[in-house]
Structures are given as C-alpha cells and as structure tokens.
C-alpha cells in the first residue's frame, strides 16, 4: 500500500538553529499539504501546494518558515531560525488533487523538539 | 471561537462498550466530513468519511451528521483495546484549496 514518507521521525535542535524536513507524497498525488500538531492539539495546515505551485501558504510564519516542492514531487520545508514554541509535531500530506472528494493521506510525521 | 470544537476528553471505557465521540462546528460551508484516527506518535490516519447529512457504517464504526444541527458524531460498537487512540473529526466545504479544519482530538483507551 502506498504511504506518504517523512523524514527524519525525530529531531532535537536549539533555539536560533536551522532545521529541515522532507516529505515524498504518495506517487500520483499532485496536492501536498504540510501541517504542524501542537502536542493536545489537532492539525493546523502550513502551507498547501498543487504540483510546484503554492495554493496556500496564509498560515505559515514567512518570517521564518519556508516551502518548496520545486519538481512538483516531494518536499522540503525549513525553519531557520528554530524557536522554543516551533516544538511540535510536523505532518505531511497528500491527495490526488483540490477537489472535496480527495482524501489527504497523512504520514508519520516529524516529531521536533527545540530546546 | 475555534471553527471546529470537539472534548479533547480523555474518555475510559471497558471493552465491549459504546463509544461516543462528538464535535461541532459553526462553519455551514462545511460539507465533507470525516473521522482520523491517531495512535501515539504516528500520523492521523483516515477512518470514515462522510458527505453531507446522513450516516455512514463501517463494520463497528458509525458516522453520523446532522448539518441542521452543526453537529457529527462518531460509534464505535463493542470497542477493543486495540481501539485506543486519538480521534480527530475534521471537515472541509465544496470549493476552495481543500483544507481540512481538525477538532483538537477525543483521547480514547479501551480498558480489556
């Protein structure tokens, strides 16, 4: 069955320093959504891609936070600098395209840690 | 006021047991509706999805909306241990970029 991957799973870092994750949709999907999970929380989406371009990006913190999906495939999204309240669990997603009836398949997820 | 409201819980219940999971929303363009559920320290994962008003089985899983009301539910009849979990209800409308809007989360355990 195909999954969505994330990596790393885990990642500890310090405050001010800069972090990467990556994400490879499930092949075919051309929607890509990144969220972040506050620990008791539920997800609250990022930003939102459609093949390369971004579709939605209104809750990611530009000051900081950066996306790109440059061949429209997978995905890397950045933090620099890292801050204390940036812990958090990091989900991707993906689904086939925009429409209401596109499920979002989730995958395992990001845990960071900033100390 | 959060779009989406749901008890984060957590809820015990013994093994066998009718589990009610519940939320609300104030949002009336929302048309799609679905449940994930979240093992610790893994992604949500889709459960049942519903469109519009109605209801929806899945073996012993039970979708219910009630768009008069704002309100959809969740059954899980003779839960199991194996049931325990964070449950998510998340929604989203006809148009737009496809977000989803999440409740926080019912924690779940199923006591054996």
């Known amino acids: 069955e195909a999954e969505v991957a994330q990596s790393p799973r885990y990642k500890i870092t310090e405050k001010s320093q800069a972090v990467a994750f990556w994400c490879d949709p499930i092949s075919g999907h051309a929607t890509l959504y990144w969220y972040r999970q506050i620990l008791g929380q539920g997800p609250e989406l990022l930003v939102q891609f459609q093949d390369e371009s971004v579709v939605d990006d209104s809750q990611l913190p530009k000051d900081r936070f950066s996306a790109e999906r440059l061949k429209g495939v997978d995905s890397t999204l950045k933090i620099q600098p890292a801050e204390l309240g940036d812990s958090a669990m990091y989900l991707c997603?993906?689904?086939?395209?925009?429409?209401?009836?596109?499920?979002?398949?989730f995958g395992p997820g990001t845990r960071l840690t900033v100390l | 006021q959060k779009e989406v409201e749901q008890d984060p819980g957590p809820l015990s219940v013994p093994e066998g047991a009718i589990v009610s999971l519940n939320c609300t929303y104030s949002?009336?363009?929302?048309?799609?509706f679905m449940w994930y559920r979240q093992y610790s320290r893994k992604g949500p994962e889709l459960l049942m999805y519903?469109?519009?008003?109605g209801n929806k089985e899945d073996g012993r899983f039970t979708a219910q909306v009630d768009k008069s009301s704002k309100y959809i539910s969740l059954f899980i009849r003779d839960s199991q241990p194996s049931d325990s979990a964070t449950y998510l209800c998340a929604m989203k409308g006809l148009t737009g970029a496809n977000n989803l809007f999440f409740g926080t989360g019912t924690r779940l355990t199923v006591i054996p």
């Open positions: 997603a993906s689904s086939l395209g925009l429409a209401g009836t596109d499920t979002q398949y």
């Open positions: 519903t469109y519009s008003s």
């Open positions: 949002n009336s363009a929302f048309q799609y």
